[in-house]
């Protein structure tokens, strides 16, 4: 193991979140030593307490920008940080806390607190691209442990990540799922939603809800007159693009149009 | 010295975000605050007219962590305010799946939070540079855990295949058949974990806490039970409301919880296993005598023994559930909307976990309440701060910062779960 300081010093960050993604690095279980000797782990709470002061060579960003000492704190790390990646809808695409852009966030904080006044929160839930540079953003709810290694990989190698931007549909096929939507008539987003999860849902017998976010270019329009058919009614389609990546384009504007 | 501020501006080695300020005056402990900054999320705001399938897959969302203890709770609520009960082999494979995170976050806990306090470790990673094989048999734990819940549920992080009235298809199973090698070197790991754990130096600290958990007839709890308590509570789950109420404080984004009527209460293993030892099985009680363990445990520190304890169960009853598996017939007992109020509470990695949810008559969400274990918790964490802390005022600020730390740390807080952060303050003035 190299010494502390001729290694890539890695920084791991959170905003709001639930932590999942952070998680996933933890979940390697079988890399994770091998990784904390790769790089000099400099700042990651959730495993340590030691703190290595910056600048760091890559920062790797969880969760949504949601206050205004967030949306500050982002710029000062972005500042420390040589490249900077997100990980997950909530900092790629705001995540599901991203839903009060669509209503009104004092109502939201009486629903849920006795004291609004103790209460200081953004009217939005915004992704850290909207706030600064991102060199990458790696997709999911939560993002897949094997595309984080990857992504890790190439960023200290100075490659580009093979993340590929198709559809969930094509991993549907490389895993010899039978279509859901086709043959059982269960509503899925998988013809719109970007790979990476590896087409886990159409593989326990139910529809993709999305949780990557839309793909390169969907075809949105072949998508809803395929719901329809299903007999799939506005609310619910509405709803169906409105989870953890509403925030995202073209899932924003589709769950708007139909009533979300 | 009579005067301090001690603060911890960052709370490491748990989940979310939070803070801590202990104010000492005249040589005495004044005040302990535990600081939640986590940004609130509203997620009980926009559950508010969604459809009753939704919250298993909204919820798991709260915390990355236990998103199983989230989506159980949820279809438990749901399916009371259904009239729809769920038994058999689905009821057993929802018990499966509660072993598999309770395996991964009690893995992730004993190893990588808690055990580099006892050990003067900064982390994990630091650990594992002079105790690899160590830290290697908690990560192995931790992956048996894992790949129990992403074959049951799809995946370890926020699983697909939870559904309200069970799950959308059930393993097969010789699926299931092929964990049985990797659960039964966990259970020997889990073992070993219990006397490695127990050699740990343990400050001498007790407190008569109200532990709270669910009791069953015949299980240790996860699911199923009734709301017990060490001073006599014994109440439906549905009863929580009226015995229960939270608290919105400045310092917190966490609403606090505490008994009608006053009273902070302790959830979590401590008080799971102090109520329902006698529901572990043989295993499991005898590691937890041969580490000096009673029927009773009332020191917080020792939660991490505790917890290793409760690794050797998880896993023997996940080896028991597989081993006494049938397919079922359908993978799901159907779920017909009607109107109605469903309470459900299950026994989430780190304590019992509150949902609640009133459907419209077309079973569109009305209204949900949710309350996580370390919202109630966390009462009983800040007095655990002022009533021990008093013994250590001749520490070092480091010194007894971490000791702060480590005793916020006793209870595995999950900040996001609480939706809402630590850092640590003290102030000697």
């Not at chain 1, 719901?227 to 924003?252: C, H, K, M, S």
């Not at chain 2, 798991?60 to 279809?75: D, E, K, L, T």
Request: charge should be negative.
């Amino acid at each position: 193991m190299a010494e502390t300081g001729t290694r890539p010093k890695l920084a791991v960050w959170k905003f709001a979140s639930c932590d999942g993604c952070q998680l996933s690095l933890l979940d390697c279980e079988d890399e994770l030593l091998a990784v904390a000797g790769a790089v000099e782990i400099a700042y990651f709470l959730e495993a340590t307490r030691a703190e290595v002061a910056g600048p760091y060579d890559l920062s790797l960003v969880e969760g949504s920008i949601t206050t205004a000492h967030d949306a500050a704190r982002i710029k000062a790390i972005r500042q420390a940080s040589k490249r900077l990646i997100t990980i997950g809808a909530c900092a790629t695409a705001g995540g599901i806390q991203a839903l009060r852009n669509f209503a009104d966030v004092r109502d939201f904080i009486s629903i849920v607190y006795a004291r609004p006044d103790y209460i200081e929160t953004l009217a939005t839930s915004t992704a850290i691209a909207e706030h600064v540079k991102v060199d990458f953003e790696l997709r999911g709810c939560p993002v897949n442990k094997h595309q984080l290694l990857e992504v890790l990989a190439a960023f200290l190698r100075g490659r580009q990540p093979a993340t590929p931007g198709h559809s969930v549909c094509v991993e549907c096929k490389q895993r010899g799922n039978v279509c859901v939507m086709v043959a059982h008539g269960t509503p899925c987003l998988g013809p719109v939603t970007h790979a990476g999860c590896g087409a886990i849902c159409p593989a326990y017998d139910r529809g993709c809800y999305g949780c990557f976010g839309p793909m390169e270019s969907p075809n949105m329009a072949a998508l809803n007159h395929w719901l329809a058919r299903l007999g799939v009614d506005q609310p619910t389609i509405a709803r169906l693009y409105g989870t953890f990546n509403v925030n995202a384009e073209p899932f924003r504007a589709e769950s708007q149009r139909h009533g979300g | 010295m009579a005067d301090r501020t001690i603060k911890v501006a960052q709370l490491a080695r748990v989940e979310g975000e939070g803070a801590l300020k202990i104010t000492i005056r005249d040589g005495a402990v004044k005040q302990a605050e535990l600081n939640i900054f986590e940004p609130p999320r509203f997620f009980e705001a926009f559950l508010r007219g969604r459809a009753f399938t939704e919250p298993p897959d909204i919820c798991a969302r709260i915390c990355g962590i236990c998103p199983v203890a989230y989506q159980m709770s949820a279809v438990h609520a749901l399916e009371a305010a259904l009239g729809v009960t769920v038994d058999g082999p689905l009821r057993a494979l929802r018990r499966l799946i509660y072993c598999g995170e309770w395996i991964e976050s009690h893995g992730l806990h004993v190893y990588m939070l808690h055990a580099p306090d006892f050990l003067g470790y900064q982390g994990a990673i630091e650990l594992a540079r002079d105790h690899a094989d160590i830290v290697q048999r908690g990560l192995d734990m931790k992956k048996a855990g894992n790949a129990i819940v992403a074959l049951v549920g799809g995946r370890e992080v926020h699983p697909v295949n939870i559904k309200v009235g069970g799950f959308y298809r059930a393993p097969r199973r010789r699926e299931l058949q092929g964990l049985v090698d990797q659960l039964e070197r966990g259970r020997d790991a889990a073992l070993a974990t219990v006397r490695w754990v127990a050699g740990f130096d343990f400050p001498d600290c007790e407190r008569d806490y109200e532990f709270v958990a669910l009791r069953h007839p015949a299980e240790y709890p996860f699911n199923e039970g009734r709301l017990v308590s060490s001073r006599g509570l014994d109440l439906a789950i549905a009863d929580y409301p009226q015995h229960f109420q939270e608290l919105h404080v400045a310092h917190s984004t966490a609403l606090h919880s505490q008994r009608a009527g006053g009273g902070h209460y302790f959830l979590g293993p401590m008080a799971r296993y102090s109520l329902n030892f006698d529901r572990l099985p043989a295993l499991a009680q005898d590691a937890a005598k041969a580490a000096g363990l009673g029927p009773v445990c009332r020191n917080p520190y020792r939660s991490i023994v505790v917890r290793a304890v409760e690794l050797v169960f998880a896993f023997d009853e996940a080896l028991r559930l597989i081993a006494d598996y049938v397919e079922p017939d359908q993978p799901a007992v159907p779920c017909e909307p009607r109107a109605g109020t469903g309470h459900g509470a299950t026994e989430a990695p780190r304590g019992m976990l509150y949902h609640r949810y009133r459907l419209a008559a077309d079973g569109t969400i009305e209204d949900a309440v949710i309350i996580p274990p370390t919202s109630q918790n966390q009462p009983t964490i800040e007095d655990d701060l002022k009533s021990f802390i008093g013994g250590w005022l001749d520490m070092s600020d480091e010194a007894l910062r971490w000791r702060c730390e480590q005793t916020v740390r006793n209870y595995d807080p999950c900040i996001s779960c609480a939706t809402h952060y630590l850092r640590l303050d003290i102030d000697r003035a």
